[in-house]
């Protein structure tokens, strides 16, 4: 493994850090198990500077290259969606 790949992995898990961090916080005032974790707006559950942090790591692990490659790999949301519908006519047939 590449320095440069270990570095992207530890960015990785401090986000999942984060994220899980707003999550439980979410949690503890009550929030819906089953929605997610809501975006920037009064009720927040990170600090200022997890916020910070989180968009900085966040802008550094999904660079243009790495959105480029899973586009060419899976397709747009659009294009699986009309693929899912093709197939799910094609069943019915």
Do not use: C, P
Request: hydrophobic content about 25%.
């Amino acid at each position: 493994m590449t320095t440069t790949e270990s570095n992207r992995q530890q960015k990785v898990r401090r986000l999942k850090e984060l994220f899980n961090i707003a999550r439980q916080r979410y949690l503890d005032v009550g929030g819906d198990v089953h929605s997610s974790v809501g975006t920037l707006n009064e009720n927040d559950t990170l600090t200022d500077e997890e916020r910070k942090e989180f968009f900085t790591l966040a802008d550094q692990v999904f660079d243009d290259k790495y959105i480029s490659n899973y586009l060419t790999k899976h397709g747009t949301w659009r294009e699986r969606f009309t693929q899912m519908k093709k197939s799910d006519k094609q069943g019915e047939l």
